[in-house]
Protein backbone atom coordinates (compact mmCIF):
# COMPACT_ATOMS: atom_id res chain seq x y z
CA UNK A 1 0.00 0.00 0.00
CA UNK A 2 2.22 3.03 -1.24
CA UNK A 3 -0.43 5.64 -0.70
CA UNK A 4 0.08 8.41 -2.65
CA UNK A 5 2.80 8.67 -5.27
CA UNK A 6 3.83 11.85 -6.81
CA UNK A 7 5.99 11.98 -9.86
CA UNK A 8 8.55 13.52 -10.69
CA UNK A 9 10.20 14.89 -7.37
CA UNK A 10 11.86 17.69 -8.66
CA UNK A 11 11.58 19.59 -11.77
CA UNK A 12 12.82 22.72 -13.88
CA UNK A 13 10.86 24.28 -16.70
CA UNK A 14 11.91 26.63 -19.25
CA UNK A 15 8.95 29.38 -19.82
CA UNK A 16 6.61 28.12 -21.97
CA UNK A 17 7.07 25.05 -21.87
CA UNK A 18 4.26 21.89 -20.94
CA UNK A 19 4.50 19.70 -18.31
CA UNK A 20 2.69 16.88 -16.33
CA UNK A 21 2.89 16.12 -12.89
CA UNK A 22 1.52 12.81 -11.52
CA UNK A 23 -0.74 11.69 -8.69
CA UNK A 24 -1.50 8.00 -8.26
CA UNK A 25 -3.63 6.38 -5.73
CA UNK A 26 -3.56 3.01 -4.16
CA UNK A 27 -6.13 3.50 -1.50
CA UNK A 28 -9.95 3.55 -4.22
CA UNK A 29 -10.53 7.18 -2.72
CA UNK A 30 -13.42 8.95 -4.83
CA UNK A 31 -12.05 12.69 -3.67
CA UNK A 32 -8.24 13.97 -5.00
CA UNK A 33 -6.91 17.54 -4.98
CA UNK A 34 -4.35 19.32 -6.06
CA UNK A 35 -2.55 21.86 -4.15
CA UNK A 36 0.05 24.48 -4.46
CA UNK A 37 2.09 25.61 -2.00
CA UNK A 38 4.01 28.59 -1.54
CA UNK A 39 5.76 30.24 1.40
CA UNK A 40 3.71 32.25 3.47
CA UNK A 41 1.18 31.51 1.50
CA UNK A 42 -0.09 27.56 3.15
CA UNK A 43 -1.76 25.57 0.42
CA UNK A 44 -4.00 26.53 -1.75
CA UNK A 45 -6.32 24.34 -4.20
CA UNK A 46 -5.78 24.08 -7.89
CA UNK A 47 -8.22 21.67 -8.61
CA UNK A 48 -9.97 18.67 -7.09
CA UNK A 49 -12.20 15.58 -8.51
CA UNK A 50 -14.98 14.03 -6.62
CA UNK A 51 -14.76 10.62 -8.66
CA UNK A 52 -13.33 9.24 -12.08
CA UNK A 53 -14.93 11.84 -14.68
CA UNK A 54 -15.82 14.50 -12.34
CA UNK A 55 -13.10 17.85 -12.00
CA UNK A 56 -13.45 21.08 -10.87
CA UNK A 57 -11.72 24.15 -10.16
CA UNK A 58 -10.44 25.29 -6.94
CA UNK A 59 -9.22 28.45 -5.95
CA UNK A 60 -6.37 29.19 -8.62
CA UNK A 61 -7.00 27.43 -11.53
CA UNK A 62 -5.94 29.59 -14.39
CA UNK A 63 -3.06 27.88 -16.16
CA UNK A 64 -3.57 24.45 -15.00
CA UNK A 65 -5.66 21.64 -16.32
CA UNK A 66 -7.02 18.02 -14.95
CA UNK A 67 -8.39 15.06 -15.85
CA UNK A 68 -9.48 11.81 -13.79
CA UNK A 69 -10.42 8.76 -16.21
CA UNK A 70 -9.69 6.56 -13.68
CA UNK A 71 -10.03 6.32 -9.53
CA UNK A 72 -6.42 5.86 -9.13
CA UNK A 73 -4.74 8.83 -11.42
CA UNK A 74 -5.20 12.78 -11.21
CA UNK A 75 -2.59 13.76 -13.57
CA UNK A 76 -2.15 18.07 -13.33
CA UNK A 77 -1.00 19.55 -16.33
CA UNK A 78 0.75 22.96 -16.75
CA UNK A 79 -0.24 24.64 -20.33
CA UNK A 80 2.76 26.87 -20.79
CA UNK A 81 5.04 27.39 -17.86
CA UNK A 82 5.41 30.66 -16.33
CA UNK A 83 7.89 31.98 -13.47
CA UNK A 84 4.56 32.49 -11.20
CA UNK A 85 3.96 28.29 -11.47
CA UNK A 86 7.34 27.79 -9.26
CA UNK A 87 5.78 26.00 -6.35
CA UNK A 88 5.71 23.42 -4.74
CA UNK A 89 2.97 20.95 -5.70
CA UNK A 90 0.89 18.19 -3.41
CA UNK A 91 -1.03 16.14 -4.58
CA UNK A 92 -3.84 14.41 -2.04
CA UNK A 93 -6.35 11.85 -1.74
CA UNK A 94 -9.43 11.54 0.82
CA UNK A 95 -11.33 9.30 2.79
CA UNK A 96 -13.59 9.51 5.84
CA UNK A 97 -10.73 10.92 8.09
CA UNK A 98 -7.81 13.70 6.62
CA UNK A 99 -6.20 13.96 3.56
CA UNK A 100 -3.15 11.76 2.59
CA UNK A 101 -1.16 13.48 1.04
CA UNK A 102 1.89 12.70 -1.38
CA UNK A 103 5.71 13.50 -1.44
CA UNK A 104 5.19 16.52 -3.43
CA UNK A 105 6.91 18.24 -6.46
CA UNK A 106 9.17 21.02 -6.73
CA UNK A 107 9.00 22.82 -9.86
CA UNK A 108 10.88 25.65 -10.94
CA UNK A 109 10.00 27.71 -14.21
CA UNK A 110 12.91 29.51 -15.93
CA UNK B 1 -14.02 33.15 -0.64
CA UNK B 2 -13.90 31.20 2.60
CA UNK B 3 -10.68 31.96 4.47
CA UNK B 4 -9.67 30.06 7.23
CA UNK B 5 -6.97 32.26 8.91
CA UNK B 6 -3.82 31.07 11.44
CA UNK B 7 -2.47 32.91 14.06
CA UNK B 8 0.75 33.20 14.56
CA UNK B 9 2.81 32.68 11.48
CA UNK B 10 5.42 32.01 13.76
CA UNK B 11 6.60 30.87 17.47
CA UNK B 12 9.18 29.62 18.65
CA UNK B 13 9.81 28.28 22.13
CA UNK B 14 12.45 26.77 24.40
CA UNK B 15 11.84 23.26 24.64
CA UNK B 16 9.52 22.31 27.47
CA UNK B 17 7.22 25.83 27.40
CA UNK B 18 3.72 25.21 25.44
CA UNK B 19 2.35 26.15 22.47
CA UNK B 20 -0.54 27.11 20.89
CA UNK B 21 -2.25 27.92 17.43
CA UNK B 22 -5.76 29.24 16.52
CA UNK B 23 -7.83 29.21 13.77
CA UNK B 24 -11.13 31.25 12.65
CA UNK B 25 -13.07 31.81 10.00
CA UNK B 26 -15.79 33.85 9.49
CA UNK B 27 -18.38 31.12 8.52
CA UNK B 28 -19.31 28.38 10.17
CA UNK B 29 -17.67 25.13 9.52
CA UNK B 30 -19.00 21.65 9.04
CA UNK B 31 -15.78 20.02 10.28
CA UNK B 32 -11.91 21.23 10.62
CA UNK B 33 -8.74 19.53 10.24
CA UNK B 34 -5.18 19.56 11.35
CA UNK B 35 -2.17 18.51 9.66
CA UNK B 36 1.42 18.47 10.41
CA UNK B 37 4.37 19.39 8.21
CA UNK B 38 7.86 18.93 8.85
CA UNK B 39 10.43 20.98 7.28
CA UNK B 40 11.18 19.44 3.85
CA UNK B 41 8.70 17.15 3.74
CA UNK B 42 4.64 16.92 3.38
CA UNK B 43 1.53 17.83 5.27
CA UNK B 44 0.46 14.85 7.38
CA UNK B 45 -2.95 14.64 9.15
CA UNK B 46 -3.31 14.72 12.84
CA UNK B 47 -7.29 14.54 13.33
CA UNK B 48 -10.59 15.92 12.56
CA UNK B 49 -13.02 17.62 14.84
CA UNK B 50 -16.76 17.79 13.57
CA UNK B 51 -19.55 18.83 16.65
CA UNK B 52 -19.85 21.63 18.35
CA UNK B 53 -17.63 22.26 21.82
CA UNK B 54 -15.82 18.92 20.69
CA UNK B 55 -11.62 18.53 22.67
CA UNK B 56 -9.51 15.36 21.18
CA UNK B 57 -6.38 14.69 22.94
CA UNK B 58 -3.75 12.95 20.86
CA UNK B 59 -0.92 12.84 24.09
CA UNK B 60 0.75 16.14 24.67
CA UNK B 61 -1.68 17.99 21.87
CA UNK B 62 -5.50 18.70 22.60
CA UNK B 63 -7.11 20.13 19.71
CA UNK B 64 -10.28 22.39 20.20
CA UNK B 65 -13.69 23.21 18.23
CA UNK B 66 -15.49 26.40 19.83
CA UNK B 67 -19.40 25.92 20.20
CA UNK B 68 -20.19 28.19 17.78
CA UNK B 69 -18.06 25.79 15.03
CA UNK B 70 -16.06 29.06 13.58
CA UNK B 71 -12.66 28.88 15.65
CA UNK B 72 -10.45 25.97 16.81
CA UNK B 73 -7.03 25.43 18.35
CA UNK B 74 -4.07 23.16 18.64
CA UNK B 75 -2.91 23.24 21.90
CA UNK B 76 0.87 21.45 22.50
CA UNK B 77 1.91 20.53 26.56
CA UNK B 78 5.76 20.50 27.06
CA UNK B 79 6.85 20.89 23.53
CA UNK B 80 9.67 18.99 22.21
CA UNK B 81 12.13 19.41 19.42
CA UNK B 82 10.48 16.73 17.53
CA UNK B 83 7.18 18.81 17.58
CA UNK B 84 8.96 21.33 14.93
CA UNK B 85 7.01 22.22 11.95
CA UNK B 86 4.38 24.06 10.59
CA UNK B 87 0.73 23.23 11.80
CA UNK B 88 -2.24 23.63 9.44
CA UNK B 89 -5.50 23.89 10.55
CA UNK B 90 -7.85 22.74 7.11
CA UNK B 91 -11.72 24.01 7.45
CA UNK B 92 -14.31 22.38 5.43
CA UNK B 93 -17.60 24.30 4.53
CA UNK B 94 -21.13 23.50 4.39
CA UNK B 95 -21.77 21.55 1.05
CA UNK B 96 -18.12 21.13 0.68
CA UNK B 97 -17.09 19.50 3.32
CA UNK B 98 -14.32 17.80 1.11
CA UNK B 99 -12.97 21.26 -0.26
CA UNK B 100 -10.82 22.34 2.21
CA UNK B 101 -9.73 25.62 2.71
CA UNK B 102 -6.28 25.71 4.64
CA UNK B 103 -5.11 28.12 6.95
CA UNK B 104 -1.42 29.57 6.06
CA UNK B 105 -0.27 27.77 9.14
CA UNK B 106 1.84 28.34 12.08
CA UNK B 107 5.78 27.77 11.95
CA UNK B 108 6.51 26.17 15.07
CA UNK B 109 10.53 26.23 16.36
CA UNK B 110 11.78 24.50 19.41
CA UNK B 111 14.69 25.44 21.31
CA UNK B 112 16.43 22.92 23.20
Known amino acids: NAGVTQTPKFQVLKTGQSMTLQCAQD?????MSWYRQDPGMGLRLIHY???????DQGEVPNGYNVSRSTTEDFPLRLLSAAPSQTSVYFCASLDFGGYTFGSGTRLTVV | GQQVMQIPQYQHVQEGEDFTTYCNSS?????IQWYKQRPGGHPVFLIQLVKSGEVKKQKRLTFQFGEAKKNSSLHITATQTTDVGTYFC????????????FGKGTLLTVNP
Open chain 1, 49 to 55: SVGAGIT
Open chain 2, 27 to 31: TTLSN
Open chain 1, 27 to 31: MNHEY
Open chain 2, 90 to 101: AGGFRGSNYKLT
